[in-house]
C-alpha cells in the first residue's frame, strides 16, 4: 500500500466536525474547511487530480434522471411523516427570496458533503477495492445524519450506498450532488407549502 492510498482512511475523522455544536454560519464554514478545503489540498500535494477524483461531469444524466425521479416520489411519502415535517426546511425565512438564498446556500452544503465522501472518500478507496470504498465512505456519511429524524437514517445509509454506486458508473460526483440538492429543495418546498 502506497502513502497516497491510506490518504482518505486518514481523512475520515474530518467528517465528523460538522457533528460539534456550533451555529449555523459556523457549521458552514466547518463544512468547507474540512469538507473541501482541506481534503483538496491534500490532494493537490499529492498531485493527484481532481477529476481521478470524480470532479469532471459524468458520462451520462441518465442515471442522475431516474434517481430524481425516485427522489420526488420519495418526498412526497416524507411528508406524510410529521417527524420529517417538523425538521425540514431547516432555516427560517421570511420572504420567497430568502427561501431562494437558504437553498443555494444548501447546494454548497451538499456540495461539501458529496465532494467529501463520494470524492475525496469514495473514488481513491473504489480505485482498490470497490464494495470496500462504497462501504468505508457509507458508514461516516450515515453516522453524521444521528440526530435527525429517526427514518433519515437508515435512508441515508441506502442513499449512501447508491450515490456511491451511480458516481462510481458515471464516473463523477455531478449525480449524488445534483440528486442531493435538488432533492432536499425539493422535499423543503413540498414541507413548506403543505
Not at 470524480?54 to 431516474?66: E, I, Q
Not at 420529517?84 to 427570496?97: A, E, G, I, Q, V
Not at 452544503?109 to 465532494?115: G, K, R, S, T, Y
Not at 464494495?131 to 445524519?145: R, S, V, W
Amino acid at each position: 500500500m502506497k502513502d497516497k492510498d491510506i490518504v482518505p482512511i486518514i481523512l475520515v475523522p474530518l467528517s465528523f466536525v460538522p457533528l460539534i455544536a456550533m451555529s449555523f454560519r459556523d457549521w458552514i464554514l466547518s463544512l468547507l474547511l474540512f469538507y473541501l478545503l482541506i481534503p483538496g489540498i491534500v490532494f493537490k500535494i499529492l498531485k493527484i487530480p481532481l477529476k481521478d477524483l470524480g470532479f469532471k461531469m459524468p458520462k451520462s444524466f441518465r442515471s442522475t434522471l431516474v434517481l430524481l425521479l425516485f427522489s420526488i416520489i420519495l418526498s412526497f411519502i416524507g411528508t406524510l411523516f410529521p417527524e420529517m415535517k417538523n425538521y425540514y426546511p431547516r432555516f427560517t425565512y421570511s420572504t420567497p427570496l430568502d427561501f431562494l438564498f437558504y437553498e443555494l446556500l444548501f447546494g454548497l452544503i451538499m456540495f461539501a458533503h458529496e465532494a467529501f465522501f463520494r470524492g475525496f472518500l469514495l473514488f481513491p478507496l473504489a480505485r482498490k477495492n470497490k464494495i470496500l470504498g462504497i462501504i468505508l465512505q457509507d458508514i461516516p456519511y450515515t453516522i453524521i445524519h444521528v440526530g435527525k429524524p429517526t427514518m433519515e437514517i437508515p435512508y441515508a445509509f441506502v442513499a449512501g450506498v447508491i450515490f456511491a454506486m451511480i458516481d462510481l458508473k458515471e464516473e463523477s460526483i455531478g449525480p449524488s450532488f445534483i440528486v442531493h440538492w435538488l432533492g432536499s429543495a425539493f422535499f423543503d418546498v413540498l414541507c413548506a407549502i403543505t
